[in-house]
């Protein structure tokens, strides 16, 4: 029998990905305290790290 595949919202996402930046806990820790695979959280860091910059884009504004 497979198990459902679990959906997790952005905000947790986002979450678990800050947790991972702060290294107060090993992905290790983390992965058991949430019960998510270390390489799930690894992707979700690099992600974050990726989309940040999006975060500070104007609308409308030229890109240099």
């Given amino acids: 029998?497979?198990?459902?595949?679990?959906?997790?919202?952005?905000?947790?996402?986002?979450?678990?990905?800050?947790?991972a930046l702060?290294?107060?806990?090993?992905?290790?820790?983390?992965?058991?305290?949430?019960?998510?695979?270390?390489n799930m959280i690894s992707r979700w860091k690099k992600e974050f790290l990726d989309r940040a910059p999006e975060l500070f884009d104007k609308p409308g504004q030229d890109k240099k």
């Fill in 1 to 19: 029998m497979k198990s459902k595949r679990q959906k997790h919202s952005a905000a947790f996402k986002a979450k678990v990905a800050i947790e």
């Fill in 22 to 38: 702060q290294e107060r806990e090993s992905l290790i820790e983390l992965s058991k305290k949430y019960g998510i695979h270390p």
